[in-house]
């Protein structure tokens, strides 16, 4: 069964709660950890669309979907630099 955006994005946030936290997990690939990333990140962009249009409230925790956003962003751009492991595919 395909999740909405909203789903998995809570998912996400129950498993790692800052995408500070994806960079540093050593039990994940680096192909994981960036598809984890994209996809929270297409997940707070349309959230934060359905914001703009009045659709949705964030509501989580009072937290705020651009500063979520720029987090995301910058744990992406982090781990972009750094080299991939041995054991990527």
């Known amino acids: 069964m ?8 809570r998912d996400v946030e129950r498993l ?8 540093e997990n050593e039990e994940l690939s680096k192909a ?12 707070l962009i349309e959230l934060q669309r ?4 009045n659709m949705a ?3 989580r925790d009072g937290g705020d979907v651009a500063e979520s ?13 750094l080299p991939g492991s041995a054991a990527e595919s």
């Open 50 to 53: 359905a914001n703009d249009e």
């Open 32 to 43: 994981d950890k960036l598809k984890i990333l994209e996809n929270w990140k297409l997940d």
């Open 57 to 59: 409230r964030y509501g």
């Open 69 to 81: 956003l720029r987090a995301v962003s910058m744990a992406l751009e982090s781990l972009r630099g």
């Open 2 to 9: 395909l999740q909405r955006p909203s789903a998995r994005r």
């Open 16 to 23: 790692f709660e800052d995408p500070a936290k994806v960079v």
